[in-house]
């Protein structure tokens, strides 16, 4: 039996700061807060450190090497947000079985046309051919081939190119609409990629739960924010993504702070000191406004990267959800919000009900940090511990 107990540092239980108390652990379940030390339970010493939830990135794409390069930064879960089913299946049956990753759910393939959003940034990825449907009559196939592939929500893309610059096909309205009616007959959360202030307002009246992306082209409406607050609908920013695209220089600061490169192979050190920069930088300036306002409307927030795969830059699994919860901050959060944002917030939203928190009975997913993230977040990237289901986990990268 795996059984200890983290004494002397402070817990933040997903919620809020509950001070210094002893965390017990025993096979791969918190088994007490605040409670006593057994007699011969291993005793952990946390002194002038934070206990935090696992942390949450709700929006990668992802594979094996990612999910072992993410637990390293403490990120215990990934909410992959597009992926190719014949590499997610057997990645998911590995995960299960193994504690060396961090813990993955997916929505299988996305809708989008057929030359759409994002295979224009999956060349030479080796793709098989992408599911899709043309027509309304076609959806309720699509939905049913997805969930039966494993998906845990679905996912459709609405994006014309723009902010890549480029021109891509769109998805019809009308596909999008038949998408969430299917999806939500079926209980299924439905999620749209939405970039521009005219995509989101499309996909909000469509009815989606949630959205993977801000919106960026230009300022916000006030309308706009709030149809989404009042439909209850969830926003993950992806601010490191948006730096990217953007060219901010988010990615590349933080590939410099000295945590990061020894954790990083340097195809992914480099990866994360890219910038695609195909829009005015200026728009990031509207991301963060739509941000602050999002959250003055009482929007919940999900902190998320769109770390994907290498090729795609300006992100790093693990790294960026660090860096995401710095932008967090920089746009309006407060640390402690931002830290809801990777934990108990996309465990809500996300029905992930054994995790996300720090309580007896849900899943031992404990990220131990040096310092106190709830006043300084960038403390978040001074990682001391992971246990992934109370398995501690190494903190080594992987070999290349």
């Known amino acids: 039996m795996n059984h200890f107990v983290i004494t002397g540092a402070r817990v933040f239980d997903g919620e809020g700061l509950l ?23 291993e005793l952990i010493d946390g002194t002038g450190a934070t206990l935090l939830p696992g942390l949450v990135d709700a929006h990668t794409h992802t594979d094996a090497e990612s999910l072992r390069q ?31 990753l961090a813990d993955v759910r997916s929505p299988s393939i996305g809708l989008t046309p057929a030359d759409g959003h994002p295979h224009q940034l999956r060349k030479g990825e080796g793709d098989p051919p992408w599911p899709t449907a043309t027509r309304v009559d076609e959806i309720p196939a699509f939905v049913e081939a997805r969930i039966a592939e494993g998906a845990a929500y679905l996912k459709v893309l609405v994006e014309e190119g723009h902010v890549f610059g480029s021109s891509l096909p769109g998805l019809a309205p009308e596909l999008v609409t038949a998408a969430v009616r299917e999806g939500h007959a079926r209980d299924t959360m439905v999620l749209a990629h ?49 730096a990217s695209i953007t060219g901010e220089p988010a990615g590349d600061e933080l590939a410099k702070d000295p945590r990061v490169p020894p954790k990083l192979t340097p195809a ?52 960026s959800l660090h860096g995401e919860l710095r932008l967090l901050v920089r746009g309006g959060l407060t640390p402690m919000e931002a830290l809801r944002a990777a934990t108990s917030v996309p465990a809500r939203r996300f029905g992930l009900d054994d995790r996300g928190r720090i309580r ?23 990682v001391q511990r992971v246990w992934r289901g109370g398995t501690p986990a190494s903190l080594a990268p992987a070999p290349i």
């Open 194 to 242: 939405a970039m521009t202030v005219e995509a989101a307002d499309q996909v909000v009246d469509a009815g989606v739960d949630g959205l993977t992306h801000l919106f960026f082209d230009r300022p916000h409406t006030d309308e706009l924010i709030e149809k989404i607050a009042a439909a209850g609908i969830f926003v993950i920013p992806t601010l490191s993504v948006i």
């Open 19 to 41: 001070g210094v108390v002893d965390v017990e652990v025993a096979d791969g379940r918190i088994v007490s807060v605040a409670g006593g030390r057994p007699g011969g339970a």
């Open 70 to 100: 993410a637990l390293t930064f403490g990120i215990t879960t990934e909410l992959d947000m597009l992926s190719i089913p014949e590499r997610m299946i057997p990645l998911r049956r590995r995960v299960a079985e193994s504690s060396d």
């Open 268 to 319: 992914w050190l480099d990866n994360l000191s890219g910038a695609m920069a195909t829009s005015p930088h200026e728009n990031f300036g509207y991301a963060l406004e739509t941000l602050a306002a999002l959250r003055r409307a009482g929007v919940d927030i999900l902190a998320g990267t769109d770390a994907a795969h290498l090729g795609a830059p300006g992100m790093a699994h693990g790294a």
């Open 360 to 382: 007896p009975g849900l899943r031992a997913d404990l990220t131990l940090v040096a310092g106190d993230p709830t006043v300084t977040i960038g403390d978040t990237l001074s």
